[in-house]
């Protein structure tokens, strides 16, 4: 689509209908900015809440925001199964606030703000549902109510003229599937027909205005008092607003006369409304972390694009992300702004290139600050098994399996909590993973240390060593091998052991300080197993490039091996840790509670 064409929602020429898959497509994508365009306002809510003092609101708001995650997947869905492609990446996703609501009624405006009296109202206006007559809208839309229904209208007439199969004729495996959303009982709908489609726009409407427009609950079960029916987001935030919550037997007309719903003053950072990055000069403390916090947050975005444009089990990673959000925005909260106010986000966009990592074109390995790494470019991802002699347990092979199935970017578990390895579901965030790496970036060159024979020189870095055990040999270490090197049997023996080193601790030369002598190994990633079923490394081959967390490449080489236990001391790279624990790629009890879910 061209982007230069897009009308804008002050264009009060032409009310533009949903005649064409083209005006499907394009209606779809404002639906993908009218749900992002909640979610600061609501995150800004939510992160001036003291949680220890306000439990109550907390829980309320974050199930809003859950929520309106739940719609942007929907949304996506549906932009995907007919034909489109989501967009949120992009600057226009990011304008400054106050702002107005995307191709809405132009007299309603967005403001970041506090919770308080103030921000309810807005999200009163925001969400209040449409009256029972009232039309579909597809544009300058009074309630978001209309503008779904507007969507619906379109779908149904596109499919009784063209047919389902040509509506719906997107690529189902770009579809967000098998993702649980905590604080929520609502569903994530795959999209493959019309039926589907109404099923999740349906899910969209009832979870924001109530069931069929007049009703207060949403129809689901409220996922904290199961007893209880689940109250849909307009009156969520009436209950907040009048400080009770509703009962059975409640209506719209009566507002909430249930149990009292307290919300504590105190416990609320009073950031200042509409916080601008120019209030601050550069290089000063709160625009560094206003800085740092809008580069987090566009980081989100692409992640989410990532996984809305064709890799799916991202979504998991992105979830994580929204978590050191979350410390970032505490922490500007936390600094004195004004009288008797305080910093906050500003919600502004940041370009790729100014986001501290360069762009991922070919293939490549991006390690994600204290998540998962992000494996790009299509690079292969297989298995390997060590193969052993039965009589000593002598390291002889590796056994190369089928490729696993992956997307055109995967996300792989750095933590060792994850229960799909070797793939990230975003435990890490919820177990609070400490990433810090600690690694080298020495040349091998300047750290190795030379051992020479007669034809072959050794070369060795013992910090890279995971303890494979190809060195070692069934009856003596190489190193000691050296020592009968005239035997050529001998030289090709320990040649054979150093090409199956998977760090690459271990490298030759014919002869000191010739040209050192790789394997040829193509690019990929290989998930090692080990003798017993132990679950080792990462063996990644090929110079496929490794991007550390904090900015720095890996020096690039033909092998490297990657920590997936969580606990090697030498993150990203592989100490060995991962045999003196037993660890293995079965789940983890203890965090069997926390999969994949939102937060």
């Known amino acids: 689509m061209n982007h230069s064409t897009r009308r804008r929602p002050d264009d009060i020429s032409a009310v533009p209908q949903i005649a064409t898959l083209d005006d499907l497509r394009e209606h779809l994508q404002w ?199 689940e109250v ?38 009073r950031m200042r409304p509409n916080p601008r990055l120019d209030d601050h000069l550069p290089g000063s403390p709160i625009r560094v972390a206003q800085d740092e916090f809008n580069r987090t947050y566009c980081v989100l975005l692409h992640q989410l694009e990532e996984a809305f444009d064709g890799s799916p089990r991202l979504f998991p990673v992105a979830t994580g992300t929204m978590y050191r959000l979350r410390m970032h925005a505490e922490a500007l909260m936390a600094m004195p702004d004004g009288v008797d106010t305080t910093a906050g986000p500003t919600f502004d966009y940041v370009p790729p290139e100014l986001r501290g990592r360069p762009p991922s074109h070919g293939r490549r390995i991006v390690v994600l600050p204290d998540g998962p790494y992000l494996v790009h470019g299509g690079t292969a991802l297989r298995r390997k098994t060590k193969i052993v002699s039965p009589e000593n347990q002598d390291a002889l092979t590796w056994k190369t399996g089928a490729d696993l199935e992956t997307e055109p970017t995967y996300a792989l578990c750095r933590c060792g909590h994850s229960h799909t390895k070797p793939f990230c579901d975003g435990t890490h965030a919820h177990i609070g993973f400490d990433g810090t790496e600690n690694a080298t970036v020495t040349p ?50 320990i040649m054979g052991r150093v090409d199956h080193c998977p760090s690459g601790s271990y490298t030759y030369a014919l002869e000191r300080g010739g040209e050192t002598i790789e394997v040829d190994l193509p690019q990929a990633v290989s998930v090692l197993e080990e003798e017993d079923g132990l679950a080792g490394p990462l063996w990644v081959t090929g110079g496929v490039p490794v991007l550390r967390a904090d900015g720095r490449f890996l020096e690039t080489r033909n092998r490297t091996t990657l920590c997936r236990c969580g606990h090697s001391s030498t993150k990203p790279l592989c100490d060995g840790t991962h045999r003196t624990i037993g660890f293995r790629e079965e789940p983890d009890a203890a965090h069997a509670s926390k999969e994949g879910k939102t937060p």
């Open 232 to 269: 849909a987001h307009y009156y969520r935030f009436r209950e907040l607003r009048a400080g009770r919550r509703y009962r059975r037997g409640d209506t719209p007309q009566s507002g909430p006369t249930g149990e009292p719903l307290r919300v504590d003053p105190g416990g609320i950072r």
């Open 31 to 229: 639906a993908i900015e009218l749900e992002h365009a909640t979610l600061p306002q609501y995150l800004c809510a939510l992160y001036s809440l003291e949680r220890e003092r306000n439990p109550d609101a907390v829980r309320a708001v974050t199930g809003v925001f859950v929520e309106e995650m739940l719609h942007l997947a929907l949304v996506a869905n549906l932009l995907n199964a007919v034909g489109g492609r989501p967009e949120l990446d992009t600057p226009r996703m990011l304008p400054r606030h106050p702002r107005r609501l995307p191709h809405g009624d132009p007299s309603l405006e967005l403001s970041l703000l506090p919770f308080g009296p103030a921000a309810l109202d807005q999200f009163l206006r925001l969400e209040q549902p449409a009256p029972p007559d009232a039309p579909a809208q597809s544009d300058r839309y009074a309630t978001i109510g209309q503008f779904y229904a507007a969507i619906e209208e379109g779908l149904r007439e596109l499919c009784a003229r063209l047919g389902e199969a040509e509506v719906f004729r997107g690529d189902r495996t770009r579809q967000v599937r098998d993702c649980h959303f905590r604080y929520t009982a609502g569903r994530l709908v795959e999209v493959t027909d019309l039926a589907s489609a109404s099923a999740a726009l349906e899910e969209i409407v009832e979870q924001g205005e109530g069931l069929l427009r007049g009703q207060v609950w949403d129809g689901d079960r409220d996922v904290h008092h199961p007893e209880r029916e």
């Open 444 to 493: 091998y060159r300047e750290l190795r240390h030379v051992h020479d024979g007669i034809g072959i020189s050794l070369q060795r870095v013992g910090e890279l060593c995971v303890h494979a055990a190809f060195c070692v040999g069934a009856t003596r270490p190489i190193a000691k091998m050296l020592d009968d090197t005239d035997d050529p049997d001998v030289r090709s023996n």
